[in-house]
């Protein structure tokens, strides 16, 4: 393969080097501003359309090639641990996300937040930490925020200070920046694992008990409605995934998210998101328009990503007509608070719906609610099933099936405490029994804990 530059054609490999450019001066920079400058002379010095073109194996072998014969060139001594570093960072400026990647590429991190340039923190287990990471200064974050939303269509400038947007692998991204951003830049990412996690991860992180693993896949096959309910990063969007993979691979999924992050391993699964408005104030396509599409796309399933606004009496009407099966999660406290927040959303769009008629429509569309919270020691737990029976009076009434009880907190923090069945069986198992669904015995025993 040959490289075209400005001047003339140049073979790959080192020769990726356009002719006559200059080397570094100074044999004594700091390391960051030698990794800017060496970025800055690559840039200078191939051909970016060619770069495009090439595989990634090959284009990070080609770059480090580069990068090798810059610094011979610049005469500035590094031993072997500082050339190796400063040529992967490098690498991952031109292919990825820059001082970030690492970070990216590390299974144990499951938030990145980045407060400005000088600040990057990461989640850890469900612990923060400052890591030691920095960017250049503002305008190096600028680039690396402007990298993210463009590959989908977004923009980010003073007329659209704020923007969501998605990774590859379906992380989640909000960034941001002045003015409505005090200290500069601001970037958000909540990371999703290249590997779903299975039901048996979660059993064995001890976020919910086998027990309820097989109850909770049993009513998805039976097609209950389910609403997951928690806090913010209280792993909604895991549950519903994992749940989601109990679905039959024959039926038909329609997905509908702001920011596309389920991640569901079935072979009929069509997703959809939403579009924000053009710089003209044009061109917005909500959830709720989403919702009303999807019932002309014949889907067996309809699964909203986060309910959050009028949306959700599209939904309930999809639930109670025939899209049995359906799942969504909203962020609320509590059960109860779940049923409050759908109610209030409804009241966003200006029907004239009266009180008692919402919930009527409410208990008949949702038959359970999971509650997902996140502990003080980081631990993510399901720490309530409710089975919604139906109403009496004015009121939406709940039993609980599963429940979490917190007992105490170690001396460094943990929280402790137990899984167990509260006795009561719930009445929806004379739907199990109709869809062939089994359960053992000893399910619904209270005298039976986990931690």
């Known amino acids: 393969m040959k490289l075209q530059d400005r001047d003339n054609v140049i073979e790959s490999g080192p ?29 200078g010095r191939i051909d970016l359309e060619v770069l495009g073109n090439m595989a990634p194996e090959r284009l990070r072998a080609e770059l480090g090639s580069v990068v090798e014969r ?18 992967r960072e490098i690498q991952d400026e031109v292919m990825g996300l820059g001082p970030i990647e690492p970070l ?20 850890r287990h469900g612990r923060l930490e400052l890591t030691d990471i920095v960017f250049f200064d503002a305008d190096h974050l600028m680039k690396i925020i402007d990298k993210i939303v463009s590959r989908i269509g977004r923009r980010i400038d003073e007329s659209s200070p704020m923007v969501d947007a998605r990774l590859p692998d379906g ?50 096959r039976a097609k209950m409605n389910i609403l997951i309910s928690g806090g913010t990063g209280s792993g909604k969007t895991t549950l519903l995934n994992v749940l989601s993979s109990a679905i039959p691979s024959t039926e ?12 569901l391993q079935q072979p009929h699964v069509v997703r959809l998101e939403t579009r924000p408005p053009n710089v003209e104030g044009r061109g917005e396509v909500n959830q709720r328009a989403l919702v009303r599409n999807s019932l002309r796309m014949r889907p067996d399933r309809i699964i ?7 949306e959700v009496v599209d939904m309930l009407q999809a639930m109670n007509t025939g899209h049995e099966g359906s799942m969504a999660t909203v962020h609320a406290n509590s059960p109860r608070d779940a049923l409050t927040r759908l109610e209030n959303m409804a009241g966003m769009g200006g029907m004239a719906i009266a009180p008692k008629a919402m919930r009527q429509q409410i208990s008949s569309a949702i038959m359970a609610i999971v509650q997902v919270n996140r502990l003080t020691d980081g631990q993510r737990k399901i720490v309530s099933l409710q089975e919604i029976v139906g109403m009496e009076g004015d009121i939406i009434t709940m039993q609980e099936i599963y429940g979490y009880t917190q007992t105490g907190v170690t001396a460094n923090g943990m929280v402790q405490g137990h899984f167990g069945a509260t006795g009561v069986r719930p009445k929806f198992m004379g739907r199990l029994k109709a869809y062939g669904i089994s359960l053992p015995s000893e399910t619904f025993d209270q005298t039976r804990t986990f931690e």
């Open 15 to 43: 020769a990726l080097l356009t002719s006559g450019a200059r080397s570094l001066s100074h044999a004594t920079l700091d390391y960051h501003q030698l990794k800017g400058k060496l970025h800055s002379q690559l840039l």
């Open 70 to 87: 810059l610094l011979n060139e610049s005469g500035v001594a590094l031993n072997s641990v500082e050339r190796k570093n400063i040529i």
């Open 104 to 123: 990216l590429a590390d299974p144990t991190v499951s938030d990145i937040l980045v407060n400005g340039p000088n600040k990057v923190y990461v989640e």
């Open 171 to 220: 992380s989640r991204v909000n960034a941001i920046i002045p003015p409505l951003a005090l200290d500069g830049p601001i970037l958000s990412i909540r990371r999703f694992s290249v590997v779903p996690l299975r039901s048996d991860d979660l059993v064995n992180n001890k976020s919910l008990t086998p027990e309820l693993a097989q109850l909770l896949a049993g009513m998805v």
């Open 252 to 263: 038909r999924i329609v997905t509908i998210e702001d920011a596309a992050e389920l991640q």
């Open 304 to 310: 909203v990503g986060e309910v959050r606004g009028v």
